[in-house]
């Protein structure tokens, strides 16, 4: 089984403990988690070695293994300023992910968090958000009605069962069953997705969590040899595909802006003669790059794959068409140019008809 996969275990062996009062027997919790109890008690000296207060006592029949439910020693040393600034700065980011997963859970901590606070170190903590914040990310609504659902799928993940599912594509238009190894959970950009395999089709896809119409998780367990991937790691935002060579050149109007930021791991920029700057990535080529590339407008040109630049100036076209000022609505429709079969660039079009209105 993949690290990952131990670490995750390990968290859920610990929650069961601190949620059990009278404590549970090595055969329970193995049992409880499907694996040996050879592999049970190699994950409770883990836990031990990792500093958590582990214990056993004597039960009606066996040993049961408990957690000390006062916590880690030194919690209640105080912290520095620093540390208090540091905790609030990062309330204020949980804040600005309103729809992440595990939202309220760490909400519920900051307030238990608050009320060990006195008055005095309270009120000047409340001024903090004022001065230190995030701006709230664009994300997709009511992601709380899907908690009991990404709990299902946390839960067949880490148990390794096999979930089947009715999936609505929004590729495809309509809803299909799918049988499937979930393996991992992932929040991005703003959304819950579901990363899984699918034997029917021999490999990995993505489903959003929110377009998932029923889920049952089966008693069936799947094997896996391989820890996933980083989610997305091809991508600018929240797709998969296999990587290309794309390499775009920003005019000196944007050059700043785009260096200090890294788009993409991959990314190389090299600043040419004239202030631009030329940038290289290993990405997918899906949608999240070509709305990063049409986000900048005429600030930026793809120069290869010629392909994606290509797609790029069929949006523009298609985009400007909706725009273009005293055309009857059927004329851009009409509007071709015969020798590329794309639609006319405006410009062109405007001066082709001043031509015809001269002639006649």
Known sequence: MPRSREVVRQWQVLRSLAASRQGLTVDALAAEYGVTTRTLRRDLAALERAGFPLFQEPGADRLRWRVEVRGLAGLDAGFSLIELCALYFSRATLESLAGAPFHEELSRTFARFEHGLAPGMRAFLDRLPHVVGA?????????????????????????????????????????KNYDVDPLRVVYAEGGLYLIAHVPEYGEDRTFAIERIESLTVMEERFITSKSPSTAFAHSLGAFSGTPERVEVVVDPRLAAYV??????????????????????????????????????????????????????????????????????????????????????????????????????
């Open 135 to 175: 701006k709230q990310t664009g994300g997709k609504r009511a992601l709380s009605r899907h908690r009991e659902r990404m709990t299902q799928l946390l839960e067949a993940s880490v148990q390794c069962r096999k979930v089947r599912m009715r999936y609505y594509s929004l590729t495809s238009g309509r809803a």
């Open 259 to 360: 260096t200090e930021r890294e788009w993409h791991s991959s990314q190389q920029v090299r600043q040419l003669p004239d202030g631009s700057v030329r940038v290289e990535l290993h990405v997918s080529i899906d949608w999240a790059l070509r709305r990063w590339i049409l986000g900048f407008g005429s600030r930026i040109r793809v120069i290869a794959p010629s392909s994606l630049a290509d797609d790029i100036l069929d949006e523009l076209d298609a985009a400007r068409m909706q725009y273009a000022p005293d055309l009857d609505l059927e004329q851009p429709r009409a509007a071709w140019d015969l020798v590329s079969q794309r639609p006319l660039p405006f410009a062109d079009f405007q001066r082709l008809s001043l031509a015809g209105e001269s002639r006649s």
